[in-house]
């Protein structure tokens, strides 16, 4: 299945730079232009997409998920 | 109450660049050097927060909510 | 921007049923074989997608945002 | 404690089917009429709740954690 | 449908102190011994529960979606 | 960097009770006035932000992530 868009208006493209891989999730650090941006997904769907170091991604978050603070 | 330190590791600065304000909810954009980041908060923390275009603000997201995609 | 596979493993594929449009955020209501799945996102994005009435969409869900309840 | 109605508007019954246990959290996999469904819990509440394969379940979903994808 | 137990660990009893409601969603403000509980969900939610300032309820939180911030 | 206020409207103050540590995420309880509040962070926030039994800390909720029942 192929996704043509997708209605979550964070899209942070990179490179996977680590992969920390537990029993049940695993970290992935992706690496950005502009930082790490780290995602805690299940194990099985890191072996399902078949990440690994160097896999081009988009990682993506939901609007309502964003917290705000002030400096 | 002043924080020293959040558990969010994905932490995006920038400035308020528009707010849309409903009755309950408000979608804040913050201009950050990854794009725009799109958050949706009470309308009363924007209030309480007193947010406005121009505020320096922190876009935080809490790592189990990141998504992976493989382009 | 296409994209091949995407970590969710809940995927509820559909039609729109209804949208409720709000100034902020709006209700879009799935009929899936699961029956109704409900969805609240940005206004900005059921326009973005140009949703409506009869679109084809996936509905999808993070793992980590199952709850799970006993009978 | 009986809960007589929660406002989680995505409830998906059905038996877990597998149970993957790790130290803090576990994959506990729901199969439903029209497929499994996917849920990422605290070790703790897998003990709490007595879950084992076989269990009759509900896994309930929140309309704010619930995505959008066109195809 | 009667639910006996859910997994969220993090359960806060108390009644409706005040309602506003939106179009798509509504902020439900629940007084509880921890102090107000501030929740949005969906104003059908809203309806559907027949929630009204004083009705007792529960207001619960996945472990998952709680972050920890240091003073 | 010191944050001055945050959105997240629910903030529970308290002391670390436990913490179950695992290969990725971490199991962390809050000791507050009014009972225990658990939360699920990265093992790596557990490290960043050096917490152990009887770190003074705030368990924060974002009002989107919480669902009310009716008892």
Request: charged residues 25%.
């Amino acid at each position: 299945m192929s996704i043509q868009s997708i209605n979550t208006r964070n899209q942070f493209r990179g490179r996977v730079k680590e992969i920390i891989e537990g029993p049940v999730v695993s970290e992935v650090d992706v690496e950005t232009p502009h930082g790490i941006v780290t995602s805690v997904i299940t194990t099985r769907s890191v072996r399902d997409l078949q990440l690994k170091v160097g896999s081009e991604v988009v990682a993506l978050v939901k609007s309502t998920e964003v917290s705000i603070a002030k400096l």
